[in-house]
């Protein structure tokens, strides 16, 4: 079984730009979330998405948001991009449910903002 | 706020012996735990978990204890090989907003010597 693909893998761009990432889950794995990691900070969360609704939100502006498709593939936009969003992305998938599983993580996309 | 703590960033272990990489939360509302093993460039990768209703999960090398009247979990990795060496990330999942949400510690770097 295919694991969690992210794609690109590395990013560059310009302070003011906007930048689209996606995240394919696992086959079968209706929930998908998303992750921001920085130096000292861990993981933190930024959404999820649930049979293409958001269900959880964590506490960033409105300069991230994101979509899930009928397929279960997500996006992330980031608009405005400001030099601090440069950061590990990391999208997971899950079986979404209410029973105790894992997420599983893709290998992120790396954005530089210069 | 934050409510996964790993007050230890970084821990250095002679192969062979016993390493322990220690967690501690707020949230009385959380009630299931998991472990990630993180290396360079890559995503973390899911070890071990555990319920509320357990206070032990096994796993060949790694054990995972609750202590949940401390809010502590621990994650015992013995023997230690060169191949541990890595970033580990505790995780506690509980409900926020009427659905399950996965909350990750800062990390602790782990070295294994050989």
């Known amino acids: 079984k295919a694991g969690v693909t992210q794609t690109p893998r590395y990013l560059i761009k310009t302070r003011g730009q906007q930048v689209t990432l996606s995240c394919s889950p696992i086959s079968g794995h209706r929930s998908v979330s998303w992750y921001q990691q920085t130096p000292g900070q861990g993981l933190q969360f930024l959404f999820e998405y649930f049979s293409e609704t958001q269900r959880n939100k964590g506490n960033f502006p409105g300069r991230f948001s994101g979509r899930q498709f009928s397929n279960s593939r997500s996006e992330m936009n980031v608009s405005t991009l400001e030099l601090g969003d440069s950061a590990l992305y990391l999208c997971a998938s899950s079986l979404g449910g209410t029973e105790d599983s894992p997420l599983h993580f893709g290998n992120g996309t790396r954005l530089t903002v210069t | 706020d934050q409510q996964v703590k790993q007050n230890s960033p970084s821990l250095s272990v002679q192969e062979g012996r016993i390493s322990i990489l220690n967690c501690d939360y707020t949230?009385?509302?959380?009630?299931?735990f998991l472990w990630y093993k993180k290396y360079p460039a890559e995503g973390p990768t899911f070890l071990i978990s555990?319920?509320?209703?357990?206070d032990k999960n096994e796993d060949g090398r790694f054990t995972v204890f609750l202590n949940k009247s401390a809010k502590h979990l621990s994650l015992h990795i013995v023997p230690s090989q060169p191949g541990d060496s890595a970033v580990y990330f505790c995780?506690?999942?509980?409900?926020?907003?009427?659905?399950?949400?996965?909350?990750f510690g800062t990390g602790t770097k782990l070295q294994v010597i050989p």
């Open positions: 995780a506690a999942k509980g409900l926020s907003g009427g659905y399950q949400k996965v909350t």
């Open positions: 555990i319920s509320s209703i357990k």
């Open positions: 949230n009385s509302m959380f009630d299931y």
